[in-house]
């Protein structure tokens, strides 16, 4: 006799999505801009979060671990409040939004492309989904990576 085993499967590896290089502008003052790289990382283990590497050419880089709601509402309205924001700019010629990072050490203004982070942050909620990146979270290692804080790297 053969026996349905379909309920003892191995749940399917979550997908891969590769990091997302983006160049950015820093914003030094109204008139100053900063062309600088930042790398975008989604990790299937903690979904509702993306960790943004801002790529420094000298010293140290900067990591900040990002709720990727507050990304993908950010692409189209005001999102976020107190450390990190992200709003939006007026329509021009290449769409693209504000994001703005503060700690006590450090406040920086970027503008960033808006298209290639939609697409990619789209691929990451096919990888999974927002009903679903709560689901078998380790709370433990969830709150110690948050706890590294911005500019601490926890590699």
């Known amino acids: 006799m053969h026996r349905d085993q379909s309920r003892l499967r191995a749940r399917s590896a979550p997908e891969q999505v590769p990091s997302l290089f983006l160049d950015l502008d820093q914003m030094l003052d109204e008139f100053t801009r900063l062309p600088i790289r ?3 990382r ?3 283990d903690m979904p509702a979060v993306i960790t943004v590497e801002i790529l420094a050419e000298r010293g140290p880089s900067l ?3 990002i709720g990727r709601e507050l ?3 950010g692409l ?3 999102s976020g409040s107190c450390d990190v924001r992200m709003w939006p700019t007026l329509p021009g010629e290449r769409p693209s939004s ?3 990072l503060e700690s006590q050490e450090v406040e920086a203004l970027f503008e960033l492309p808006t298209t290639p982070l939609a697409e990619w942050l789209d ?3 096919r990888a999974t989904s ?3 990146e709560m689901d078998g979270l380790n709370w433990d290692a969830f709150l110690l990576e948050l706890l590294d804080g911005p500019g601490m790297r926890s590699e």
């Open 130 to 132: 927002a009903a679903t």
């Open 76 to 78: 189209t309205s005001m």
């Open 42 to 44: 989604f990790d299937p």
């Open 63 to 65: 990591i900040w671990r």
């Open 38 to 40: 930042a790398e975008f």
């Open 123 to 125: 691929a990451t909620y």
């Open 98 to 100: 504000w994001l703005l």
């Open 71 to 73: 990304l993908h509402g």
